[in-house]
Nanobody, 126 residues
């Protein structure tokens, strides 16, 4: 059974940095395309960014491009989301997601991902 466990969330002030981690167990992490999504209260879950299993390609939503970076450590079965220059609008629950299948042009769609974590809360104050 594949399990994803996020950690690293917490309270931050605008301009701060945080690093989220997602530990994957029970599956072939090195062959999974991985993504981060987030969901604010009363809003739909939205794509943040993703990284291919090869590690050679990442994609980000416009609102975080240049501030957030996704990288992976296959030896640790962990994917990271490093967040710089945090803004109050980044406040959300952040979810890690994975798929063992080819991630094509619909990489930002929730439907593309098979496995999900439970999420970790990030709160940014102004």
């Amino acid at each position: 059974q594949v399990q994803l466990v996020e950690s690293g969330g917490g309270l931050a002030q605008a301009g701060d940095s945080l690093r989220l981690s997602c530990l994957v167990s029970g599956g072939a992490f090195s062959r999974y395309d991985m993504a981060w999504f987030r969901q604010a209260p009363g809003q739909e879950r939205e794509f943040v960014g993703c990284i291919r299993w090869t590690g050679d390609r990442t994609d980000y939503t416009d609102s975080v491009a240049g501030r957030f970076t996704i990288f992976r450590d296959n030896a640790q079965s962990t994917v990271y989301l490093h967040m710089n220059s945090l803004k109050p609008e980044d406040t959300s629950i952040y979810f890690c997601a994975a798929t063992p299948y080819y991630l094509g042009d619909d990489y930002s769609s929730i439907r593309e991902y098979i496995y999900w974590g439970q999420g970790t809360q990030v709160t940014v104050s102004s």
